[in-house]
């Protein structure tokens, strides 16, 4: 199978949540965001933070909750909440090359790792001044990790996410787009580098 694993975001880092929470997150306060972080206005700057935001302020679909994870602390608070243990595995995509092409991939002989399944918490990051994360609590999923080889040697230890249970996701998602399928049949995809899935330990 061909594929590209890349990262969807700068690797901007956390802030501690006391600094996190001094700064407004709200499309309400978009001008004073954009000042007290010194981005121009009308920049690819602005236009990514207020991308975010409104992601961020958007409702959840369906049967998830979701939250926008300003601090590695938040971020660890809403999983555990979510979860309802604090002994949880974070498990992100790794590629042994950096910056990898599209290449053809195989599924390596260690074959695929399927983890706790049911709940899980999804991390997506965001593109904004400092990190921030889109997460979001699904209870129809399966994760698994996935050892692949690539034609040029890169190695990738792949997280992949399958949703059993899309009945209730927008008709215009774009996983229904390239799938060509409708909403109620089961999507599984890859995980860019950046982003992360949460699971209780098996």
């Not at 978009?30 to 958007?58: F, G, N, Q, Y």
């Amino acid at each position: 199978m061909n594929l590209h694993f890349t990262r969807t975001a700068s690797n901007s880092a956390f802030l501690p949540r006391s600094v996190a929470n001094s700064i407004p997150f709200s499309s309400a306060k978009m001008s004073d965001i954009l000042s007290l972080l010194s981005v121009e206005p009308h920049s690819e700057k602005a236009a990514a933070v207020e991308k975010t935001l409104h992601r961020c302020e958007e409702p959840a679909v369906a049967g998830e909750t979701s939250f926008c994870a300003t601090s590695l602390e938040s971020m660890v608070d809403f999983t555990t909440a979510s979860l309802g243990s604090r002994d949880l595995v974070a498990l992100s995509t790794e590629v042994s090359k950096a910056d990898s092409p599209k290449q053809t991939y195989v599924i390596a002989p260690s074959g695929v790792q399927k983890l706790a399944g049911g709940k899980a918490v999804a991390c997506h990051a965001q593109s904004y001044a400092y990190a921030v994360f889109y997460c979001h609590a699904t209870r129809a999923t399966k994760s698994y990790v996935v050892s692949l080889a690539g034609k040029d040697g890169t190695q990738v230890e792949a997280v992949v996410v399958c949703h059993t249970d899309t009945s209730s996701w927008n008709p215009k998602h774009i996983a229904f787009q390239l799938l060509k399928v409708s909403p109620g049949i089961p999507v599984c995809h890859f995980l860019p580098q950046d982003h992360v899935v949460w699971t209780r330990r098996t």
